[in-house]
């Protein structure tokens, strides 16, 4: 096992922490806009409006309930890979906390994590497309006011992931050459 530093340590446990607040965070937002959402107008005043990507602040608002799950009920695998990889993240920085760097587990948590933000922004975007397709459906084409918003952020994310996919590569082929390094001493 590897020594390492108490900063790291305290980094890693950051970012864990941060990690699970972001979790806790999109989830209390989505719990708040299907179950509450209502559109708040303050005439001239700056308001907070909590929506789901696509559709306009207080789309849900007229809904039944069983239209309202059936639209939330479309994030559903999106909010499930995203928990899942924020969980091998954890893994992941369990073992950096751990001293494991290059150890194969750790270098499968990471790609595993990569590979589930990759899956969870793919499914936010399908999302985000399904859902106004659907209230398309339930309220009718001329009733619907729909934003679809794709940005930089976006790509930024996508590309994100797929460095991290080289990194996990890299971490890997580094522990097979020092195990063949150690084979020549």
């Not at 270098?107 to 595993?112: E, P, S, T």
């Not at 990759?118 to 934003?147: D, F, P, Y």
């Amino acid at each position: 096992m590897n020594e390492i530093s108490p900063g790291v340590r305290r980094l890693c446990r950051l970012i864990r922490l941060g990690g699970f607040m972001f979790m806790f965070g999109v989830v209390a937002l989505y719990v708040v806009t299907w179950c509450w959402p209502v559109s708040v107008s303050g005439g001239d005043h700056l308001m907070l409006k909590v929506h789901l990507a696509g559709l306009a602040a207080g789309a849900l608002a007229d809904l039944s309930v069983s239209d309202r799950l059936l639209v939330a009920s479309i994030s559903l695998p999106y909010l499930a890979a995203l928990a899942w990889a924020f969980y091998r993240l954890d893994c992941l920085l369990r073992g950096f906390e751990r001293g494991e760097f290059f150890e194969s587990p750790t270098v499968g948590h990471l790609r595993a994590f990569s590979g589930y933000l990759l899956l969870a922004k793919v499914l936010s975007l399908l999302a985000m497309h399904a859902r106004v397709g659907v209230l398309t459906q339930l309220v009718g084409r001329q009733n619907l006011q729909s934003h679809i918003n794709l940005s930089s952020d976006d790509m930024a994310v996508l590309l994100m992931c797929a460095l991290f996919f080289l990194i996990a590569r890299m971490m890997e082929e580094g522990r097979r050459l020092a195990e063949e390094n150690r084979g020549f001493i």
